[in-house]
């Protein structure tokens, strides 16, 4: 199970290298949004709607409590 792990681990590494994200909340909703694409969509990101900053404790509390939204860009 240990090379199962370690390799799982590693392919987890190698596909993090390759996303970008952006965490915050559409103007007048409470609701916390995890905007998650590939490095070749970065510029896509630009074309969204603007979310405004989210502070660490919003965060934390959100994905404790499962309160938020994933949008994949592509």
Known sequence: MDGET???DEL???LANNLVWKLGKYEGSER????L??????PNFTDQERL???G???LEAALKNRD???EWVS
């Not at 916390?32 to 905007?35: E, K, N, P, S």
């Not at 694409?37 to 970065?42: I, K, P, V």
């Open 68 to 70: 938020f939204d994933v």
């Open 6 to 8: 370690s390799r799982l």
């Open 32 to 35: 916390v949004v995890i905007r």
């Open 56 to 58: 660490n404790a919003e």
């Open 52 to 54: 405004k900053n989210v």
């Open 37 to 42: 694409g590939y490095a070749s969509s970065t």
């Open 12 to 14: 987890l590494d190698q």
